[in-house]
């Protein structure tokens, strides 16, 4: 299995741009999160999902932050507008329930 | 809220065993994980135990729980370079839940 995918890897824009990242969990599992890491605030679970229903979204930092899950193997987190206090890596993770969660490689966001 | 707290900074000759500590505070906690980052890479899962267990062995790691006092260890036998990461400790009341994770213990392995 590939793992978690996470695209773009790397995203640099500018304050007020929309923001897309996007998420391929694990074949087969259920759960899928959204975390965020910043060194002042270590990692943040964001919002996720079960069976592609959002279950928990209390760590979504405003309504600037959106997140989609249409289908089992697809996710997205939106931001817009974009600030630069955004910045950070941002993490998806999957779960097949009673196991433990994988991460994805991150996405490494940069906005000026 | 619940907490996860663990030592932000470990130094640790190559060839000597490493012990990273974590103190939890949720009772209800079932799995208690460790996770290990890489500079520049995401969480990679290193190993897990139940909240019904007291140790759990894989290769060079052990890892023990003290259910009453609330605290998890992560010992790494004859630490390499390659363990020089960030290590989060992790904690779930059930196998749905979302993780409460500690602020990252940072373990740099010296020559």
């Known amino acids: ?112 | 809220g619940e907490d996860v707290e663990q030592s932000l900074f470990l130094s640790v000759r190559e060839g000597d065993s490493s012990v990273i500590n974590c103190t939890y505070t949720d009772s209800s906690s079932t799995y208690l994980y460790w996770y290990k980052q890489e500079p520049g890479a995401g969480l990679q899962l290193l190993t897990y135990i139940f909240s019904n267990m007291d140790m759990k062995q894989d290769q060079r790691l052990t890892v023990l729980l003290n259910k009453k006092d609330k605290h998890l260890s992560l010992r790494i036998a004859d630490t390499q370079t390659g363990d020089s990461a960030i290590y989060f400790c992790a904690e779930t009341p059930d196998s749905w839940g979302k993780l409460q994770f500690g602020a990252g213990t940072q373990v740099v392995v010296t020559p």
């Open chain 1, 1 to 112: 299995d590939a793992g978690v995918i996470q695209s773009p890897r790397h995203e640099v824009t500018e304050m007020g741009q929309e923001v897309t990242l996007r998420c391929k969990p694990i074949s087969g599992h259920n759960s899928l999160f959204w975390y965020r890491q910043t060194m002042m605030r270590g990692l943040e679970l964001l919002i996720y999902f079960n069976n592609n229903v959002p279950i928990d979204d209390s760590g979504m930092p405003e309504d600037r932050f959106s997140a989609k899950m249409p289908n089992a193997s697809f996710s997205t987190l939106k931001i817009q507008p974009s600030e630069p206090r955004d910045s950070a890596v941002y993490f998806c993770a999957s779960q097949l329930r009673g196991e433990t969660q994988y991460f994805g490689p991150g996405t490494r966001l940069l906005v000026l």
